[in-house]
């Protein structure tokens, strides 16, 4: 395989205007193919052939109104010290809340306490359940900013109205964060790089690879459903990878441009040597991202295959985009200088040292003391390990200024704990 990946760099560095310009067109084509032909993004969470699910499907279909799937919300309310909500000022607060839940936009269907006996044995607690026409990942911020509206209409009678579910759980966006990840890792690259231009081309592909896979995991929702959480695997694991496989082949090809003084050369030598390390860390991950496809729950499979395919395009794009635009680059990457100094070599026998290398010397010449620190660290780290306790997320994982916390905490104390996790059962 070396072989033939040496054969792809030198094509690439000598022929770099023709990959160049398949590579713009395959962005642009993706980029047009997302603007006009991407599906919806479901957020769809199933486990076919689980006695959940029969359940669900079942209440699904004999019971639509029900909204076995849709998103729910549990308000609660604490009457002031002294009262309890079977008062006639405090009931009529409640019903207030209530009445504006039901006019609430998406809400299908409100239970008030008096109702459904949800009132706890002191009489000081009860809660409403509100059930929505669609998921919780569907609701927009103005969906929740009517529950939230509503809430204050008790808050503003005296009463303590506080908010649980999954109704609030807003969809996980991108934006900020990621900015900030890709301006951290520029930091980092032009620090170790020692190179404005060694530095940007690793960022470079990355944006590229990431560009196209996105945009395929767009086109492919209107085929298949695919949930919208790919989307946000799938740029952190494509930036990731897209960086890291870049950085091993840069740094290849500057050791091979100040041996041999000739690019193509260099180029085909780094894809050829680097370029196999790449190709192998990628297709192990892709491996491990598509095998989550077996598993048999839809959502898994959505996310590793997402996250294989953008993966697969950064694995292409480091052997194929990355030598043409180092040829575009020629010496200027050996010849760079950042804060005064020439940018070093770190495969170089002359000169300083490198930080790596002295700690890798220091390491395999105290192997047997560094081994056992490290298996000893490893096992006071792994302690905690002991009370592990796995389940899945609910409110009580909330922040305790939450309103979601404050709910939860509020059910426990008035009905105890178990109703926090309620079980739905279907009986014909």
Do not use: C
């Not at 780290?381 to 609910?394: H, Q, S």
């Amino acid at each position: 395989m070396a072989t033939f990946l040496y054969r792809i760099g030198r094509f690439s560095y000598r022929r770099r205007w023709i990959v160049l310009g398949l590579w713009v067109l395959l962005l642009a084509l993706a980029g047009a193919g997302a603007a006009t032909m991407s599906g919806k993004m479901s957020n769809d969470f199933s486990i076919p052939g689980t006695e959940a699910q029969r359940a669900i499907d079942q209440l699904t279909e004999r019971f639509p109104e029900a909204h076995a799937g849709g998103a729910g919300a549990r308000v609660v309310f604490a009457a002031p010290e002294g009262k309890t909500v079977v008062d006639p000022a405090v009931q009529a607060a409640i019903g207030q809340v209530v009445g504006a839940l039901k006019g609430a936009p998406q809400v299908a269907r409100v239970v008030d306490p008096y109702t459904a006996k949800s009132i706890s044995p002191d009489g000081r607690y009860a809660f409403a359940q509100v059930t929505y026409g669609v998921q919780g990942m569907e609701l927009t911020d103005a969906d929740r900013d009517a529950l939230q509206d509503a809430a204050a209409l008790g808050r503003d009678a005296g009463l303590t109205v506080e908010i649980g579910g999954d109704a609030l759980r807003a969809n996980p966006k991108t934006g900020v964060v990621e900015v900030i990840g890709i301006a951290v890792a520029a930091v980092v690259l032009i620090i170790t790089l020692g190179s404005l231009v060694s530095a940007g081309l690793p960022l470079l592909t990355a944006v590229v690879g990431i560009g196209i896979g996105l945009a395929g995991v767009a086109i492919a929702a209107r085929f298949a459903d695919i949930n919208s959480n790919s989307l946000i695997l799938a740029l952190m694991l494509g930036l990731a990878v897209g960086i890291d496989y870049a950085l091993f082949i840069v740094s290849r090809f500057r050791h091979e441009l100040l041996v041999r003084k000739d690019g193509a050369e260099a180029a085909g030598r780094a894809v050829g040597t680097a370029g196999s390390a790449v190709v192998f860390a990628g297709l192990t991950v892709i491996i491990a991202l598509a095998a989550l496809a077996i598993v048999g729950v839809p959502l898994l499979a959505g996310l590793g295959l997402s996250a294989a395919a953008t993966v697969a395009v950064a694995v292409l794009v480091a052997i194929t985009l990355l030598p043409a635009l180092l040829g575009f680059t020629g010496e200027r990457l050996v010849k760079g200088r950042l804060f005064g100094h020439a940018t070093p070599d770190p495969e170089s026998d002359s000169g300083p040292v490198p930080m790596g290398e002295r700690w890798a010397r220091f390491v395999v010449r105290f192997r047997w003391p560094v081994l056992i620190v490290a298996v000893a660290a490893l096992g006071v780290l792994a302690i905690p390990a002991a009370d592990l306790r796995l389940g899945l997320p609910d409110d009580g994982m909330q922040a305790t200024d939450t309103t979601q916390r404050k709910a939860y905490d509020i059910v426990s104390t008035g009905f105890g704990p178990g109703l926090n996790g309620p079980l739905v059962v279907v009986a014909e």
